[in-house]
């Protein structure tokens, strides 16, 4: 499985969501809604969610193992750092 392609909407509120991030696998499944949450311990990914009866909020759609868990938040951070960047650049020339 790859990551074909990584697309950021960043938050501009302050709140502890950063951005909400779609990805495309192999050019052919989309995950939409991974949110960049910005937690005690530093940036985090967290998958698509929905409440439940119960009130907890169950993940809609997630890895597997650790290994691609890690793999895909790897790659969201790197691609939201980038951005972050892009933005900063943008607001320097201004």
């Known amino acids: 499985m790859q990551i074909t392609d990584v697309r950021i909407r960043k938050v501009t509120k302050e709140s502890k ?14 995950v939409h809604d991974i949110k960049v949450i910005e937690g005690e311990k530093g940036l985090f990914i967290a998958m698509p969610s929905r409440k439940a009866a119960d009130g907890e909020y169950r993940d809609i759609a997630h890895p597997i193992n650790s290994e691609t868990r890690d793999k895909i938040q790897r790659m969201i951070l790197e691609r939201y750092e980038v951005a972050l960047l892009e933005v900063d650049d943008t607001e320097a020339e201004a």
Not at 17 to 30: G, R, W
């Open 17 to 30: 969501m950063k951005a909400v991030v779609s990805i495309t696998l192999d050019n052919e499944f989309v």
